[in-house]
DNA sequence: TATATGATTGCCT
DNA sequence: GGCAATCATATAG
């Protein structure tokens, strides 16, 4: 098992979302022991994208402004976490990608348990089924045992890191994220499909088309 | 300062 | 499939 080099986070988001696929994110937890999980979901965030966090302000007044409140994580330091909480309860996990100065983040959404667990399933306790232990990105931030204190945490090493095992790279499907209100027609999704524990949430674009009945949704899932 | 809302989850019918 | 939970951050006044 290697760890990732920062270097592998200083590229273009989209790839380092797709190549993440297939890579084990490894937690050595002081009290718990080592948890380890297969990245099977991710979606990607850029400066460019209207769902990225405080973007408005980043491109206000039509010059550069300085990145200001939790929006300056993403032009920190590549490899380096950024971990937010959505509504009171979630807390999400996201990689900072790009060289410093540009802006860009990798969420991981779900990851296929592969050691210890015995003790994510104790901190999931609303999981009835083993797919429901890290089939999302609020529930493997749980299961991993991970919140704010990771916040700007250097992902490259211990006691939170990704890293290779020498698998055979898995194969990807794209689709639209899932959740968003904005930036729904972004193909920023990346999945292995047909593995369980992707979270089983429908694509934006495919939310907002049958709320809507444009009939817009169109074969992306798969 | 005041109010609206979200990169979700889990429990309800 | 609907809907409530009730916090941090963003945006308005």
Same mark, same amino acid.
């Given at each position: 098992?290697?760890?990732?080099?920062? =270097?592998?986070?200083?590229?273009?988001?989209?790839?380092?979302?797709?190549?993440?696929?297939?890579?084990?994110?490894?937690?050595?937890?002081?009290?718990?022991?080592?948890?380890?999980?297969?990245?099977?979901?991710?979606?990607?965030?850029?400066?460019?994208?209207?769902?990225?966090?405080?973007?408005?302000?980043?491109?206000?007044? #039509? #010059?550069? *402004?300085?990145?200001?409140?939790?929006?300056?994580?993403?032009?920190?330091?590549?490899?380096?976490?950024? *971990?937010?909480?959505?509504?009171?309860?979630?807390?999400?996990?996201?990689?900072?990608?790009?060289? =410093?100065?540009?802006? #860009?983040? *990798?969420?991981?959404?779900?990851?296929?348990?592969? *050691?210890?667990?015995?003790?994510?399933?104790?901190?999931?306790?609303?999981?009835?089924?083993?797919?429901?232990?890290?089939?999302?990105?609020?529930?493997?931030?749980?299961?991993?045992?991970?919140?704010?204190?990771?916040?700007?945490?250097?992902?490259?090493?211990?006691?939170?890191?990704?890293?290779?095992?020498?698998?055979?790279?898995?194969?990807?499907?794209?689709?639209?994220?899932?959740?968003?209100?904005?930036?729904?027609?972004?193909?920023?999704?990346?999945?292995?499909?047909?593995?369980?524990?992707?979270?089983?949430?429908?694509?934006?674009?495919?939310?907002?088309?049958?709320?809507?009945?444009?009939?817009?949704?169109?074969?992306?899932?798969?």
């Amino acid at each position: 098992m290697k760890p990732l080099s920062p =270097e592998s986070f200083t590229r273009p988001t989209l790839e380092v979302a797709r190549d993440l696929l297939g890579v084990l994110l490894v937690r050595e937890d002081p009290e718990a022991g080592r948890l380890v999980g297969r990245i099977v979901e991710t979606e990607a965030y850029r400066a460019d994208d209207p769902a990225m966090h405080g973007w408005k302000a980043e491109f206000d007044e #039509g #010059g550069f *402004v300085r990145p200001v409140g939790r929006a300056a994580a993403f032009f920190g330091t590549p490899g380096t976490a950024y *971990v937010y909480r959505l509504y009171y309860t979630s807390w999400l996990l996201n990689v900072v990608t790009e060289p =410093e100065g540009m802006a #860009g983040a *990798v969420l991981i959404r779900a990851v296929e348990p592969l *050691v210890g667990e015995a003790v994510m399933a104790e901190r999931r306790p609303a999981a009835k089924r083993r797919a429901d232990l890290t089939s999302g990105p609020g529930k493997l931030c749980a299961a991993f045992g991970l919140d704010g204190r990771f916040h700007g945490a250097d992902l490259t090493r211990p006691p939170l890191y990704f890293a290779t095992d020498g698998a055979p790279a898995p194969p990807v499907a794209t689709s639209a994220r899932i959740g968003l209100t904005r930036g729904i027609d972004l193909p920023y999704r990346f999945y292995v499909p047909g593995n369980p524990f992707v979270s089983p949430g429908p694509p934006s674009d495919v939310r907002v088309a049958r709320k809507t009945g444009t009939g817009r949704a169109t074969g992306r899932r798969r």
